[in-house]
């Protein structure tokens, strides 16, 4: 929260004058997700605005603009196994071609088929001749493309409400595990 009242502090905005919030919701780290979508949810209900929900993914891809090649997110998503999906520009702008994945490294590789451009803290995992690997100041999540598109999303009427607002989550926690275990035993 400190971090928050600097930025807008930095902006010369009060609290009030938000209209709305984007938020990437995972996949990613499961602490990092909760804290941050709390966060966003106590923001968000405090001040009666709206929320962007912005898969991280997405905003990872979205930080190559028009590239011609497919872009291909990767996310150390730990226990080995990586988060990705594909995007490809046109046109139209970028358009995800998979679902998203938590997969290893070997069957994320194992399905690219072409040359690709690879982006995010995980992307040197991925052997295949097919992988370009983006200039590491691209390799990393934007802030600011969880914003750009944040306010697409908003400026769409595609918010979500506090009490809706949710996680991608992609496999289950260790938590969740160890509760399945102990209800089994």
């Known amino acids: 929260m400190p971090a928050i009242d600097r930025l807008l502090a930095d902006a010369g905005w009060a609290p009030g004058d938000l209209q709305g919030l984007a938020v990437a919701v995972g996949p990613g780290s499961f602490t990092g ?3 941050g979508l709390s966060a966003i949810k106590g923001l968000a209900l405090a ?3 709206p929320i962007a929900a912005v898969p991280t993914l997405d905003a990872m891809a979205a930080a ?3 590239a011609e090649l497919p872009v291909c997110p990767v996310i150390d998503a730990r ?3 990586v988060y990705a999906s594909l995007y490809r520009w046109d046109d139209d702008g970028m358009r995800r071609e998979w679902d998203y994945l938590a997969v290893p490294p070997e069957t994320l590789a194992a399905r690219l088929i072409e040359p690709v451009v690879l982006v ?3 992307a040197h995992l991925i052997a295949t001749p097919y992988a ?7 390799r990393v999540s934007s802030p600011s ?3 750009v598109l944040g306010l697409t999303r908003l400026a769409a009427g595609e918010a979500v409400s506090a009490a809706d ?3 991608i989550y992609l496999r289950p926690s260790e938590a969740e595990l160890k509760r399945r275990v102990a209800a089994v035993n």
């Open 132 to 138: 370009r690997l983006a200039p590491a100041h691209r």
């Open 33 to 35: 997700l909760r804290i």
């Open 165 to 167: 607002l949710v996680p």
């Open 79 to 81: 226990k080995g196994e």
């Open 120 to 122: 995010g803290d995980a």
């Open 47 to 49: 001040l009666a605005i």
């Open 145 to 147: 493309a969880v914003g």
């Open 64 to 66: 190559l603009p028009f």
